[in-house]
Structure formats: structure tokens, C-alpha cells
């Protein structure tokens, strides 16, 4: 299965940089997550690792591929932050899902048994399967979230990339998420999913990366929720950073 492997990796949006001498390798079977406070270039990695932004240095690949050609043979999939969709569109969740079929389908683009039973199974999988005829938009955001990551699984995406899935997302649709993505890396897929919620990570993750505009560290889930280690991520000082993680049980 692919890991992800960024070699001093650098984007500018023109003069703005997002990312700075980035070197990172994320494994397959493992559920990897990406910390970092807003603006610290987690969406720009995604949008890197995807092939969707040009890096000015450094380069990315996925199972020894370029982006471009992992995105082409269906190796990987992008859950992306919800306001990037346009959930107006007039589209089901089924065919939301069956979009993970493109690559599968013959030339007709006709979808056939396969396929239809790929996506009846990534429905399951996601416990979508009673609102599979529901305009996208009409459904919350957790059950939007879980519609694309059931897109990559139909897809047979061996590489899942999910920005701030449990942004604006309830417990129970939390739990549902945390529990699909521990199954998906057991299954010895790649899992790389931002996030901004520290107390949810033990249960998430077996490991994170701390991300400033360039890695600060890479390690196990206790390594990056020290207090001195958040602070140098989120520029606050230790002791508050202290006093939140043992409000919250963080520590
Ligand atoms: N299209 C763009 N044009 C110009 N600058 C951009 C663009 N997209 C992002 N940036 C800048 O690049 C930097 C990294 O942004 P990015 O969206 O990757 O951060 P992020 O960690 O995902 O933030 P958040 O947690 O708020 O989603 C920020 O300084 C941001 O303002």
C-alpha cells in the first residue's frame, strides 16, 4: 500500500508562503494526523499531496508516483474542508459516491453491477445507506464528510486525505469518523487528516505531525500534545497551554 513522502517541499501563493522546506513521510496502516494553528499551510499540503497546487521546490509522492499520476490511477482521494463544495449542487449522495467510479467505468461512463455495488457497500460502510437518495446539501455536515469519504472508498483509494473532518461535526458523528478511519488504516490504507480538536487525537491517531509553515515534529500522539510542543506550534505561552490541556484532559 502507498505511503505519502514530501522531500523539502515549498509553495508560495505568489509572494505569500505556505509551506517552507517541508520533509515528511506518512505511512500506510496508520491513521497520521496534521496539527496546526489557521494559516499554518495544512489545506496547502493536502492541495500539494493532490497535485492541485505547483510546489516552487521539493516534490511529493505517493507510492513512489508523482500526484498527478496517483490522482489518475485512483490511488488517492481528498476529503475536502466543506466550504470548498458547492453544496447547492443538485446531486444525490449516491452520486456523490459513484463519482469514486469514474476511473473504473468503461468508456461509456455508464456505471454498471460493479459499481453500483461498490458504492452500496461504501454507503454501508459509511451508515449512509437510508439517505442515499438525498440531495447532497440536505445532509449535516458530519453525514457530508462521511459521504466523501465513502466516494474514496468506493473508489479503492489506498491514500484518504480529510481536511478538519470534524469541523462543525457532533460527538456521535465524531465517534462515527474516528471509528471508519481506524478500520480504513487497519484495512492498510494511508490516513492523513487535519484536525483542531487535541482532545479527540488519542482516540484518532497513532501519530501526528506538527505543522508551522514547515514540520516542527513528527511523533506519537503523546510526543505532540506536551505543552511545550503545542505552544511552539500555536505561539502561546506553555503555562496556558497547560492550563486548557488539563481543562480539557488533553494532558
Ligand atoms: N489561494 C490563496 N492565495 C493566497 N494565499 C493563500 C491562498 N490559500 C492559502 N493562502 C495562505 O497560505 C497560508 C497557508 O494557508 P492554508 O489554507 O494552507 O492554512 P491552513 O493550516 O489550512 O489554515 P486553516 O486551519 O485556517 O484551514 C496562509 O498564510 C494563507 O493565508
Same mark, same amino acid.
Given at each position: ?7 523539502d ?19 500506510a496502516?496508520?491513521v ?6 489557521n ?8 492541495k500539494?499531496?493532490?497535485g492541485l497546487?505547483?510546489p ?5 509522492? %505517493? $507510492?513512489? =508516483?508523482?500526484? #498527478?499520476?496517483?490522482? @489518475? ?7 475536502? !474542508?466543506?466550504?470548498? *463544495?458547492?453544496?447547492t ?10 463519482l469514486?467510479r469514474?476511473g ?31 440531495? %447532497? $446539501?440536505? =445532509?449535516?455536515? #458530519?453525514?457530508?464528510? @462521511? ?5 474514496g472508498?468506493? !473508489?479503492?483509494?489506498? *491514500? ?9 461535526v ?6 462515527t ?16 487528516t487535519?484536525?483542531?480538536?487535541l482532545h ?14 514547515h ?13 511545550? !510542543? ?21 494532558a
Amino acid at each position: 500500500m502507498s505511503a505519502i513522502e514530501a522531500h523539502d517541499l515549498g509553495v508560495r501563493y505568489g509572494a505569500v508562503p505556505a509551506l517552507d522546506g517541508v520533509t515528511l513521510r506518512v505511512d500506510a496502516g496508520r491513521v497520521t494526523a496534521l496539527i496546526g494553528m489557521n494559516g499554518s499551510g495544512k489545506s496547502t499540503l493536502f492541495k500539494a499531496i493532490m497535485g492541485l497546487v505547483r510546489p516552487h521546490s521539493g516534490e511529493v509522492r %505517493i $507510492g513512489g =508516483l508523482t500526484p #498527478g499520476a496517483a490522482r @489518475r490511477r485512483g490511488l488517492i482521494s481528498y476529503v475536502p !474542508q466543506n466550504e470548498a *463544495v458547492d453544496w447547492t449542487f443538485p446531486t444525490s449522495v449516491r452520486d456523490v459516491v459513484m463519482l469514486g467510479r469514474y476511473g473504473h467505468q468503461g468508456f461509456t461512463r455508464r456505471p454498471r453491477r460493479a459499481d453500483h455495488a461498490a458504492v452500496a457497500d461504501a454507503l454501508a460502510q459509511v451508515e449512509l445507506t437510508d439517505l442515499a437518495d438525498r440531495q %447532497i $446539501g440536505q =445532509l449535516s455536515g #458530519g453525514q457530508k464528510k @462521511r459521504a466523501f469519504v465513502a466516494r474514496g472508498i468506493a !473508489q479503492g483509494a489506498h *491514500v484518504l486525505l480529510l481536511d478538519e473532518p470534524f469541523a462543525g461535526v457532533d460527538k456521535r458523528s465524531e465517534a462515527t469518523i474516528t471509528r471508519l478511519l481506524r478500520e480504513l488504516a487497519a484495512d492498510g490504507r494511508t490516513i492523513f487528516t487535519s484536525t483542531h480538536d487535541l482532545h479527540g487525537l488519542p482516540q484518532l491517531a497513532d501519530e501526528a505531525v506538527l505543522l508551522k509553515g514547515h514540520v516542527l515534529l513528527h511523533g506519537t500522539v503523546e510526543d505532540v500534545l506536551q505543552p511545550h !510542543q503545542l505552544a511552539r506550534a500555536f505561539g502561546l505561552e506553555t503555562h496556558s497551554l497547560t492550563a486548557v490541556a488539563s481543562l480539557d484532559g488533553v494532558a
